[in-house]
């Protein structure tokens, strides 16, 4: 268990739908990441919040927005749904994030599938 | 816009063999991290280089930092089956150093 805890693990769900994947960051870290990685592809990364505020930004299309609460847990949004957003959701978590060198702790991974 | 690539993209070895994986950064990194993930599971944090021509050692692991710091290597001395999986280097963004881009990884897998 890494300690970032990441819902659901799997979820199935149709065109068009909306759906929000929850991270927990490892206890400590102030930064949440969230990258989307696809059938047998690599790490994109889509967002970045440091307690509370949007840090950076990736390719992450207008349809998918994100927030990072109070409470320091992070919610992916992701709405009008296509098939080609079938892929796995990872979340990760750094004690600062204010840097490039921050390790990230990553989450199991939310498996989002778009029939 | 930065690109972070690997080298090879697939390698298959048999137990025992040696293996390497290349990275090459289009920029300077400040920094370089490798991280591996196993079949199904979550990529894990392997290690960081910082300095240029770093070399650090993890048992069987060797990794290099290039003198330029736009290349990195890791290379695996005598695989076993537990080294399968992708293994991604990582580095910090052009345009904002905090976010962190992976490469586009290198899968191992290995022949018993």
């Known amino acids: 268990d890494s300690g970032v805890t990441q819902t659901p693990k799997h979820l199935i769900t149709a065109t068009g739908q909306r759906v929000t994947l929850r991270c927990s960051p490892r206890s400590g870290d102030l930064s949440v990441y969230w990258y989307q990685q696809s059938l047998d592809q690599g790490l994109q990364f889509l967002i970045q919040?440091?307690?509370?505020?949007?840090?950076a930004k990736g390719n992450i299309l207008e349809r998918f927005s994100a927030q990072q609460f109070p409470d320091l847990h992070s919610e992916l949004n992701l709405s009008s749904l296509e098939l080609g957003d079938s892929a796995l959701y990872f979340c990760?978590?750094?004690?600062?994030?204010?840097?490039?060198?921050?390790?990230?702790?990553f989450g199991a991974g939310s498996r989002l599938t778009v029939l | 816009g930065q690109q972070v690539m690997q080298i090879p993209q697939y390698q298959h070895v048999q137990e025992g063999e040696d293996f390497t994986t290349y990275c090459n950064s289009s920029t300077t990194l400040s920094n370089i991290q490798w991280y591996k993930q196993r079949p199904g599971g979550h990529p894990v944090f392997l290690i960081q280089?910082?300095?240029?021509?770093e070399v650090k050692k993890q048992k069987r692991l060797t990794f290099q930092f290039g003198e330029a710091k736009k290349n990195s290597s890791l290379h695996i001395t005598a695989t076993q089956t537990t080294d399968v999986g992708t293994y991604f280097c990582a580095g910090p963004g052009y345009s904002s150093a905090s976010k962190i881009i992976f490469g586009s990884g290198t899968r191992l897998s290995i022949r018993p």
């Open positions: 280089l910082v300095k240029s021509g």
């Open positions: 919040y440091y307690n509370g505020e949007e840090r």
């Open positions: 990760a978590s750094s004690k600062t994030g204010l840097s490039g060198a921050n390790v990230l702790t």
